[in-house]
């Protein structure tokens, strides 16, 4: 999706939906539990079970709604750079051609991962809000780039979004 010059890609929510069901089942589960008629130290705990399992999963199911109902980003490229996040926000990082070696796509497992290298990753790491810079150092720990999207949060292919990306990084180089 193009958005004021930048081409959008936003997160996958068919898992977060069956999650959310899944979610809805075990609030019943908890209501069952906490409206049961049990007598002695059992039916306390059921109804102890039941209220922990609405609190839960409850605000679980709270959360998820909110993934479900709205489309986040995950990643917008123009002519300039890409944007982790959505543009304009302030845990966004936006990253300039100029900075990016490459970007690949590798198999890690069995799953596809979209990766970009960078000429100066620790500039870049520097940027990032905390939880990316956190999941940077995880990945560097392990010997692969810092930044790196899987396909199962992508509402597309990682090879689209990588040919996308190049000719971005090729035209700005």
């Given at each position: 999706?193009?958005?004021?010059?930048?081409i959008?890609?936003?997160?996958?929510?068919?898992?977060?939906?069956?999650?959310?069901?899944?979610?809805?089942?075990?609030?019943?589960?908890?209501?069952?539990?906490v409206?049961r008629?049990l007598d002695?130290?059992?039916?306390?705990?059921?109804?102890?079970?039941?209220i922990?399992?609405?609190?839960?999963?409850?605000?679980?199911?709270?959360?998820?709604?909110r993934?479900?109902?709205?489309?986040?980003?995950?990643?917008?490229?123009?002519?300039?750079?890409?944007?982790?996040?959505?543009?304009?926000d302030?845990?966004?990082?936006?990253v300039?051609?100029?900075?990016?070696?490459?970007?690949?796509?590798?198999?890690?497992?069995?799953?596809?991962v979209?990766?970009?290298a960078?000429?100066d990753?620790?500039?870049?790491?520097?940027?990032?809000?905390?939880?990316?810079?956190?999941?940077?150092?995880?990945?560097?720990?392990?010997?692969v780039?810092?930044?790196?999207?899987p396909?199962?949060?992508?509402?597309?292919?990682?090879?689209?979004i990588?040919?996308?990306?190049t000719?971005?990084f090729?035209?700005?180089?």
């Amino acid at each position: 999706m193009s958005s004021g010059g930048a081409i959008v890609y936003h997160r996958k929510h068919k898992q977060a939906f069956l999650l959310q069901i899944c979610a809805v089942g075990f609030i019943g589960l908890g209501l069952w539990l906490v409206l049961r008629d049990l007598d002695g130290p059992g039916g306390a705990m059921a109804r102890a079970a039941g209220i922990i399992s609405l609190l839960c999963f409850g605000l679980s199911a709270i959360v998820l709604g909110r993934q479900v109902m709205t489309k986040h980003p995950v990643i917008a490229i123009n002519h300039d750079g890409f944007t982790l996040g959505a543009p304009g926000d302030s845990k966004a990082l936006f990253v300039d051609w100029k900075e990016v070696q490459g970007v690949g796509v590798a198999n890690i497992g069995d799953e596809k991962v979209l990766s970009f290298a960078f000429r100066d990753p620790e500039a870049v790491k520097a940027r990032m809000n905390p939880a990316q810079r956190a999941k940077a150092i995880e990945n560097e720990t392990a010997g692969v780039p810092i930044l790196m999207i899987p396909q199962n949060i992508l509402d597309v292919s990682v090879d689209e979004i990588r040919t996308v990306s190049t000719k971005f990084f090729f035209g700005a180089g």
